[in-house]
């Protein structure tokens, strides 16, 4: 059984702050990550995905990769009120397309 | 525009009234899949088509079906929905099984 795991939380940041959100999978032969962001009562909605070990930047967000820790993060920079949301970790390990996690709620305060 | 359409976006109904929920994407995707939400539980997977014809179980099958009889579809069918298939459902479209998924705007069903 594949499993994905994050912190449900809520991680509560305060605007400007770095928010750090964390998965780690159970598949070794897992071999694409993404994040989605889904705000309540809407469709999840993708932020960043990462195929190789390292880091990946977009904008304000960061996706880091370890495969051998089998362990997956975001980083987003300068949080802001409208980040607030649930945030999913997401893993692919072959032709059955996503496993989720549960999500993480972020709480950005002004 | 890029976009997964499900329709209805909500729906109440009776114990055992069989009912459709379609799904369509304009992007020419092969992979299509159905997913549920539940609170404490996640998005957990239903059914999935890698192609016209094509279709396997996910993680939470029993009570649905679907089918893929065109590229641009994919309905889930519940032939007698129970109360415990009261949730939100995301139907879902990729490229390919290895890219993001496209997310359409949810259907929250309450089966009473």
């Known amino acids: 059984q594949k499993e994905v795991e994050q912190n449900s939380g809520p991680l509560s940041v305060p605007e400007g702050a770095i928010a750090s959100l964390n998965c780690t999978y159970s598949?070794?032969?897992?071999?694409?990550f993404f994040w989605y962001r889904q705000y309540s009562g809407k469709s999840p909605e993708l932020i960043m995905f990462i195929y190789s070990n390292g880091d990946k930047e977009d904008g304000r967000f960061t996706a880091q990769l370890n495969k051998a820790s089998q362990y997956v993060s975001l980083l987003i920079r300068d949080s802001q009120p409208s980040d607030s949301a649930t945030y999913l970790c997401a893993v692919n390990t072959g032709y059955s397309t996503l496993t989720f996690g549960k999500g993480t709620m972020l709480l950005v305060s002004p | 525009e890029a976009q997964v359409t499900q329709n209805p976006r909500y729906l109440i109904t009776v114990t055992g009234k069989k009912l459709t929920v379609t799904c369509s994407q304009n992007m020419n995707h092969e992979y299509m899949s159905w997913y549920r939400q539940d609170p404490g539980l996640g998005l957990r997977q239903i059914y999935y088509?890698?192609?016209?014809?094509?279709?396997d179980k996910g993680d939470v099958p029993e009570g649905y079906k679907v089918s893929r009889k065109e590229k641009r579809n994919f309905p889930l069918i519940l032939e007698s929905p129970s109360p415990n298939q009261t949730s939100l459902y995301f139907c879902a479209s990729s490229f390919d099984w290895n890219t993001e998924a496209f997310f359409g705007q949810g259907t929250r069903l309450t089966v009473v």
């Open positions: 088509s890698m192609n016209v014809e094509v279709t």
């Open positions: 598949d070794r032969g897992s071999q694409s």
